[in-house]
T-cell receptor, first 113, second 114 residues
Framework: DGGITQSPKYLFRKEGQNVTLSCEQNLNHDAMYWYRQDPGQGLRLIYYSQIVNDFQKGDIAEGYSVSREKKESFPLTVTSAQKNPTAFYLC????????????FGPGTRLTVT | AQTVTQSQPEMSVQEAETVTLSCTYDTSESNYYLFWYKQPPSRQMILVIRQEAYKQQNATENRFSVNFQKAAKSFSLKISDSQLGDTAMYFCAFMMGATNKLIFGTGTLLAVQP
């Protein structure tokens, strides 16, 4: 089955630690995205990548980093510089170009204490 | 900057009835696309329907249809014959042409009552 996997579903970390969220897709999509979802807010774009070895900052990139070494994978690192990292994180992918549907993964709930 | 506004934080509808969710957006662009996504309690985001701004005809997908009013910058979602499985958070989203970045509204939580 084609799709997007995110692991783990729940992640707990201590304040001050970096943590990496995994996102893998087997849809052969060129473009991948990371969103953050907080209660009462819509999804906000953190980073996106339209091709391997290239990525751009979204609206809330501060305190996050990404890499895109393989087409299938787009891991997100939440660094200790992110002031409020507890949130639900969603990864998505699409065919590159305008108007293509973004397919979403099941998400990872990160709790930092 | 583009913005998307959903003014109804929560709505409720009886099973089998019709409900309309509102969405307005602000842009100076002429080439753009609009989407409605559904997020059920599982939190999996699912595309419900999409509309190209250059198309005058309103999009429909089975029980889901939109009322796209370009001049008013309004994009409402109508759900007919509501089913219990329609209970979810619904997000309106905007994509500017020549990009594939989505801008989301804050969502409307829809509860379908038996």
């Amino acid at each position: 089955d084609g799709g997007i996997t995110q692991s783990p579903k729940y992640l707990f970390r201590k304040e001050g630690q970096n943590v990496t969220l995994s996102c893998e897709q087997n849809l052969n999509h060129d473009a991948m995205y990371w969103y953050r979802q907080d209660p009462g807010q819509g999804l906000r774009l953190i980073y996106y990548s339209q091709i391997v070895n290239d990525f751009q900052k979204g609206d809330i990139a501060e305190g996050y980093s990404v890499s895109r070494e393989k087409k299938e994978s787009f891991p997100l690192t939440v660094t200790s510089a992110q002031k409020n990292p507890t949130a639900f994180y969603l990864c998505a992918s699409s065919i590159a170009g305008e108007n293509y549907e973004q397919y979403f993964g099941p998400g990872t709930r990160l709790t930092v204490t | 900057a583009q913005t998307v506004t959903q003014s109804q934080p929560e709505m409720s509808v009886q099973e089998a009835e019709t409900v309309t969710l509102s969405c307005t957006y602000d842009t100076s662009e002429s080439n753009y696309y609009l989407f409605w996504y559904k997020q059920p309690p599982s939190r999996q985001m699912i595309l419900v329907i999409r509309q190209e701004a250059y198309k005058q005809q309103n999009a429909t997908e089975n029980r889901f249809s939109v009322n796209f009013q370009k001049a008013a910058k309004s994009f409402s979602l109508k759900i007919s014959d509501s089913q219990l499985g329609d209970t979810a958070m619904y997000f309106c989203a905007f994509m500017m042409g020549a990009t594939n970045k989505l801008i989301f509204g804050t969502g409307t939580l829809l509860a379908v009552q038996p």
